[in-house]
């Protein structure tokens, strides 16, 4: 974990299901996981959930205010931390997916840990999921700092895939966020909300400059996205991409092109459906791409290893769950892109998301 400078980002392991962990603890996951504060959860966490519940304990009492928007919200230590700074008379308030399944999964879990007043369910018109993991903490009616990045406020989410907490002390950036936030709580429906995103988040011509900027979804147009292509096209030591659900058309366009220097990618699995798998089969193709795709060792894949087991935490994706790309890092103008959103389509038009560039 990095923590010098405004940015402090936080990796947990997302290794459940490898050789370390079943040595470490043997076919204990499972009953490990099920116990906060336990030796698993604190491996795997790797700081992350320390991270998070940290930074809703930083609002000290009357004065401080929390908002947030949240995909997946199930995690009783997370939500228990929320209860103990309302007690505290932290003014709370938190957006949630509240559409389908994900109402289904969200409203017991903060139903049973007596949290129904500081929620506000997100049902936008158009809207496919809102999909944003951010907190924002405000001093005063200041926002000071921003809780982001990959990380489903899950089980699954901080112990079981691979998964980033990013914490941005910024006021500006936390401003812009709050700002968001507002026009989220008041649960606008797609089109009104893409409109206002491309108002008050723009990519403009520039998409590597210096500084943090943010660019909100849902948009209008995949203007962000084609930008997000323009600077890997651009690249000129190295790109670096996660990809939890396959690569979008137009990342594989300039993966297929040959380049002067690798690319790396490392990939949840390689995709569902004819498209998207042989999207993958053209990147692969391409002798300048490095490509891995999560897997673990089945008992008796190889004699003398140990048989690998997951969390069961997860039901879509397994290994991979960040959403970040790597431009030139040890260059000379080295860019990040990292936030909720998969560089993808459906991510862009038609969810809540946020990412940092």
Do not use: C
């Not at 936008?124 to 951010?134: D, E, L, P, T, Y």
């Not at 459906?273 to 008992?299: C, Q, Y």
């Not at 030139?328 to 459906?346: H, I, K, Q, R």
Request: proline share 5%; aromatic share 8%.
């Amino acid at each position: 974990s990095r923590t010098e400078g405004p940015h402090h980002v936080f990796f947990n392991r997302g290794v459940a299901g490898s050789q370390e962990f079943e040595s470490r603890f043997g076919d204990s996951i499972k009953k490990g996981l099920e116990t906060p504060g336990s030796p698993e959860r604190e491996w795997l966490s790797r700081g992350l959930e320390e991270a998070l519940v940290g930074f809703v304990g930083e609002a000290e009492g009357e004065g401080w205010s929390i908002r947030g928007a949240l995909y997946e919200f199930t995690y009783p230590e997370a939500m228990k931390a929320l209860g103990e700074a309302r007690s505290r008379g932290v003014d709370i308030k938190i957006t949630f997916d509240a559409k389908g399944d994900m109402y289904d999964e969200n409203w017991p879990a903060i139903v049973k840990a007596r949290i129904k007043s500081l929620v506000i369910p997100r049902k936008g018109v158009g809207i496919a999921i809102s999909h944003n993991k951010f907190l924002i903490l405000l001093k005063g009616q200041t926002p000071v700092a921003v809780w982001t990045g990959s990380t489903n406020v899950t089980l699954g989410g901080i112990f079981g895939q691979s998964n980033v907490g990013h914490l941005v002390r910024d006021p500006a950036v936390a401003a812009t966020y709050f700002e968001y936030w507002q026009k989220i709580s008041e649960n606008p429906s797609r089109k009104e909300l893409a409109a206002w995103n491309e108002d008050h988040s723009p990519v403009g011509p520039e998409h590597r400059r210096d500084g943090t900027r943010v660019i909100f979804s849902p948009r209008g147009s995949l203007e962000a996205l084609d930008a997000y292509e323009k600077a890997m096209d651009e690249a000129m030591r190295g790109v670096f991409l996660t990809a939890a659900f396959g690569v979008s058309k137009e990342l594989t366009e300039v993966l297929v092109k040959k380049k002067p220097y690798l690319r790396y990618l490392l990939m949840d699995n390689r995709g569902h459906g004819k498209s998207m798998l042989s999207r993958t089969a053209a990147i692969e193709k391409n002798p300048m791409n490095l490509l891995a795709v999560g897997d673990h060792f089945r008992e008796g894949d190889l004699a003398n290893w140990h048989a690998e087991n997951l969390t069961g935490l997860n039901v879509h994706v397994q290994y991979v769950h960040t959403k970040i790309m790597l431009i030139d890092p040890l260059g000379d103008n080295p860019t990040v892109v990292t936030g909720s959103a998969n560089f993808s389509e459906p991510s862009t038009l038609k969810n809540d998301e946020n990412m940092l560039v």
